[in-house]
């Protein structure tokens, strides 16, 4: 199979339904923006659980996303599907882990979160460039998701919030 896949193979197949935020990647527009906005429930379930499951969660949600993401990529033999979106939602978690919790700040961290990872400033456009395969589809959404956190925090601290 080559090229995007159709709803009829994302929901038969776990993984690409993985892959595909549970299907928010086949959004006919904005593919990311709907996988972090399914983001913003699972940040909700795995804040509630606490701090070192949220902090599992989402290096597990990583570690995991390399595999399923890479796999869905090859199979559509697209080395970055737009409709993959599983890195968003981990991106999004990255964003999130050390920031208050509040609506204002999921609202904040979803702005910031995105416009990092569709502006791609250095060094993430560097490693969106040159990193291939499933390892480089999750690493600059963590890394987007890593400059959005440290904004955050920062903002949190002088806030003081």
């Known amino acids: ?7 009829r193979e994302v929901f038969r ?27 913003l429930p699972v940040y909700l379930l795995v804040h509630a659980a606490g701090g ?6 989402t290096v597990g949600a990583f570690v995991i996303g390399i595999a399923i993401c890479g796999y869905s990529a090859r199979r559509m033999a697209i080395a970055d599907p737009s409709g993959v979106v599983w890195d ?10 050390v920031v208050p919790y509040g609506v204002v700040w999921m609202a904040a961290g979803f702005v910031l979160f995105r416009l990092f990872d569709i502006w791609k400033p250095w060094p993430i456009r560097v490693l969106d460039r040159r990193i291939k395969g499933g390892f480089g ?13 440290v904004l955050l925090g920062i ?5 003081k919030m």
């Open 1 to 7: 199979m080559a090229g995007p896949l159709t709803a």
């Open 13 to 39: 197949n776990p993984v690409h339904w993985l892959a595909y935020g549970f299907g928010a990647g086949l959004a006919p527009k904005a593919p990311g923006t709907a996988g972090t906005l399914v983001a």
């Open 52 to 57: 070192w499951f949220y902090f599992g969660f």
């Open 88 to 97: 968003e939602i981990v991106g999004y978690l990255i964003t999130m882990a």
């Open 137 to 149: 589809i999750m690493l600059d959404d963590a890394v987007a998701g890593i400059f959005a956190a």
């Open 155 to 159: 903002a949190s601290h002088v806030l």
